[in-house]
């Protein structure tokens, strides 16, 4: 631990009995918080982010990865919330090219199956009107094979073209806070809310659990907004029995692009319940997902893929490519997240609950759940609307970007590869120039299949608050999810990052090494592998 760290600066500062008053304290370190930790920096409060694990820990690193509208939503009539999306996502690709960009869909039309194409193309020019683009069309099943090679076509009646949006989510919140931080904001990993503190009825702050030091810290705000996601009702229960969120599961299979190398997103029907599956790239890898089910299962253990859910997402994608049948033994790696789903009393099957947000008041706890990675800043709009009372007037600011822009071009940042130069300022901004001048050549080359290097661990390392490998390998970076074994063939470079950068001595390595395989084994691959064996 690098006490000199603003992290632990702070701490110590708290500690110290300083730095104890805040304008806004908001728990949860997913997009939702993040989100609200930028908009209220933006307008001079003084805003502290607490997260119980890592950034992104929770649904926010294990979601599909798309920033989309949701053709599922407009189909079921839901327009302001595809609306909302659609403007989100287009704001998105203009402002973080390189983390956000478009990729194209092809929605596979299976015969006798609803929509075809005549309602596909109808819910398509309503789409792209909604995002003011004008970018779908219909593609015959000759065209489809040809880009999808092994596509099973016998069933299709060609396929829906259209685009929405791919991200890194983790790398998403990584920068939302960067931003925040860059501002003024403060963010803390692994500090967890354990209580609501009330004054005279009104909640006036939290009490933080301090792992470190075996007590606690009292932190005073008078707005305390809560974005914990699916946990949202353990906080708020606090001060309102009612539960309001349906924690729904959904899983995803990660497989070597060698396998199925697809270049843009499959999607079509599962054979078994017509629910949509997509076959999609994702750094370097091919992702099969996904699953949509309640999780009845403790949210403080990490969710993770069940032997169902995995049989599931092979049969489906085994109907689409039965040329070469997949089986777990070609799966490099799983994930399984958690929607905050609001939930409805009507809904019986989980696929039909609405996936918007909900925003309530209690005694001044501000809980905002539900939504998607897509809406997040304006869900972080709603939940400091919903505070302004409690607020000084805010300050004025200009622009309402997110992201700032960087200030050098993608092709001066990397000449020979100004691709790889826009990816960099997508996920970093500035800092990119940085993070290459730092880097050796060979820690500059990208790893395996992936466009990570090993200057991106050594950076996050040193300013990421990276508490523990795991956070390095499966959040910072995702080489534990897209590399064979965790990541194991470059567990000696990452080595000796940990130990420069983090002044990790050997015993430690060993440990973190035994948390993060005991972490991928449970969580990011087979629960049941060793039982199989
Ligand atoms: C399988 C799946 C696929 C999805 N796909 C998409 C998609 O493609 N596109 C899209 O836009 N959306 C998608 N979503 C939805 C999206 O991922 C979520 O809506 C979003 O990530 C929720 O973010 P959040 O910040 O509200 O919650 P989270 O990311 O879960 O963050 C809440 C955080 O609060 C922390 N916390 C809890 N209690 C405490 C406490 N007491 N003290 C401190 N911290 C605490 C948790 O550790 C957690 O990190 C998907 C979701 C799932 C599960």
Redesign the pocket.
């Known amino acids: 631990m690098n006490k000199c760290s603003p992290r632990e600066i702070l701490l110590a500062e708290m500690r110290g009995g300083k730095s104890l008053h805040w304008d806004i304290i908001i ?7 993040a989100g609200a930790l930028r908009e209220a920096v933006r307008r001079g409060y003084r805003a502290l982010l ?4 890592d950034f ?5 690193s ?7 509208g949701g053709l599922r939503y407009l189909a079921a009539g839901d327009i302001k919330l595809t609306k909302h999306s659609l403007q989100e996502r287009e704001r998105l690709l203009r402002e973080a090219p390189g983390l956000v960009d478009r990729i194209a869909f092809y929605f596979a039309l299976g015969k006798g199956n609803f929509p075809g194409r005549f309602a596909m193309s109808v819910i398509l020019t309503i789409y792209d009107f909604l995002a003011r683009i004008r970018d779908h069309r219909y593609c015959n099943n000759r065209a489809l094979a040809k880009h999808f090679p092994g596509v099973e076509t016998k069933n299709l009646k060609g396929a829906c073209y259209y685009t929405d949006a791919m991200v890194d ?1 983790s790398r998403l919140v990584l920068r939302v806070l960067q931003e925040s931080m860059a501002q003024g904001g403060q963010a803390l990993n692994y ?3 354990s209580k609501l503190l009330i004054t005279d009825d009104q909640v006036s702050g939290v009490a933080v659990e301090d792992a470190e030091q075996g007590n606690s810290i009292e932190l005073n705000a008078p707005v305390v907004i809560n ?5 949202a009702d ?2 708020r229960n606090q001060l309102n029995p009612e539960k309001r969120v349906r924690p729904l599961r ?1 899983s995803h299979l990660i497989i070597p692009k060698s396998f199925c190398p697809v270049t843009d997103v499959l999607t079509s029907l599962h054979p078994q319940d017509k629910r949509g599956i997509y076959v999609y790239p994702w750094e370097g890898t091919t992702v099969i997902g ?1 699953t949509d089910l309640d999780h009845d299962e403790d949210l403080d253990i990490e969710a993770s893929i069940s032997s169902e859910e995995t049989q599931y997402l092979l049969d489906g994608f085994n109907a689409l490519f039965p040329q070469t049948p997949l089986s777990r033994a070609q799966v490099i790696s799983t994930w399984a ?4 789903v609001i939930g409805s009393e009507d809904a019986k099957d989980p696929s039909k609950e609405r996936r918007d947000h909900a925003t309530w008041s209690d005694n001044g706890l501000i809980t905002v ?1 539900g ?4 809406t997040f800043r304006l869900i972080a709009l709603d939940a400091l609307e919903a505070a302004a009372d409690k607020l000084p007037a805010p300050a004025a600011f200009d622009a309402d970007n997110v992201f700032s822009a960087p200030t050098i071009d993608a092709a001066t940042l990397v000449p020979d590869n100004p691709a790889w130069g826009q990816r960099l300022l997508g996920r970093y901004g500035d800092s990119a120039e940085t993070i290459l001048a730092e880097a050796s050549s060979e820690e500059r080359r990208p790893i395996g299949d992936t466009q990570f290097c090993l200057a991106e661990c050594r950076w996050a390392a040193r300013h990421e608050q990276v508490q523990h490998l795991d956070d390095l390998l499966l959040r910072r970076t995702r080489l534990g999810m897209c590399l064979a074994d965790g990541g194991s063939e470059i567990f000696a470079p990452v080595r000796e990052i940990c130990m420069t950068e983090l002044g990790w001595d050997q015993q430690q390595w060993q440990s973190e090494l035994s948390r993060y395989q005991d972490i991928w084994q449970r969580f990011y691959y087979f629960p049941d592998h060793k039982n199989n064996l």
């Open positions: 728990v949860g370190g997913g997009i939702t918080g607490l997260e119980q694990q992104s820990w929770g649904t926010s294990r979601s599909s990865k798309m920033v989309h989510d500090c967890k809310v974005a914990t996601g699916a946990w353990n906080l959904g996904t997240g958690v929607r905050p759940s939504g998607k990675l897509t």
